[in-house]
């Protein structure tokens, strides 16, 4: 039975985990481009890790410049069947305290139709079950690791996706507040949409940074105060993905891995070939010739 190879994406440095063997830098190029940067892959207890910096080893893409269609789909090309995504966010209550650990299982897309969101189009059409966009077994492993090496984690939740990269006004935050949202962030979407669309299981950890601008009691979001809690989430983000290693099945009991048996709408013989090409990888096992 073969090992599950897992994906994590997020910032540079993730891929220096304790333990890490068989370390190789790959480049590739996909039908969508090329990726953000080169994947370090290895192994960790025996299972094949990916990591990929969303925003490039030298943080060089903006939230809405990032490839995430040649990162997701690069991630398909080497195997990868879950996806871990570490990102950093802002915490839009109370109780969800700078260096706290979310684990969203909503999300709501307020990006502004900048990014490529979707594999489909030129000349196929597909259309994805979203209504639980995490996989609930991916999220489960990794809320039980994260109380594993004692992180205070928020199992659950709504991440508000912005545009950027400014950061919201006062009263955007408080509209979004009002909506009951838990975190915001600026790149979890197209990525988890693109994640379904190919089949591959999807988890977020959100590392609340700051708490955005409404809260009044604390100064205003600033770079400055992001990286410095994003030091110590980060360790701690280490530390869930080694202990989730351990926890991730061989098999994959969910529907994640047959997301797109049914959503294509167009007829296979008005297929356009070029696009039929480049789907093969997530398509093509159900439209054999």
Known sequence: ???????????????????????????????FGEPSDAYITGKLGGVKMVFLPRHGRAHQYLPSEVPY??????????????????????SMKEEIVPGHIVLPDQFID??????????????????????????????????????QVGATVHQGGTYICIEGPTFSTKAESNLYRS??????GMTNLPEVRLA???????????LATDYDCWNQA??????????????????????IIVAAVCKI???????????????????????????REKLDLIIGKYFKE
């Open 69 to 90: 269609r040649a990162n997701i789909y690069g991630m398909k090309m080497l195997g990868v069947e879950r996806i871990i995504s570490v990102s950093a966010v802002g």
């Open 249 to 275: 099945s061989t098999q994959r009991p969910c529907s994640c891995p047959q997301a797109a048996q049914h959503c294509v709408m167009t007829d296979p013989t008005q297929f356009n070939v070029a696009t």
């Open 218 to 239: 604390h100064a205003d979001v600033s770079v400055e105060a992001v990286i410095a809690v994003m030091r110590a989430n980060i360790a701690m983000a280490k530390k």
């Open 110 to 147: 307020r990006t502004s139709g900048k990014r490529a969101n979707t594999f489909f189009g030129d000349g196929i059409v597909g259309h994805v079950q979203f209504d639980n966009p995490i996989c609930n077994d991916l999220g489960s492993s990794l809320a039980a690791a994260a109380k």
């Open 196 to 206: 379904r669309e190919a089949e591959i299981c999807y988890a977020t950890v959100a």
């Open 1 to 31: 039975m073969s090992m599950p190879v897992i994906g994590v994406i997020g910032g540079s440095g993730l891929y220096q985990l304790e333990g890490l063997q068989d370390i190789e830098e790959i480049r590739l190029q996909t039908p």
């Open 179 to 184: 909506w009951g949202v838990d975190v915001i």
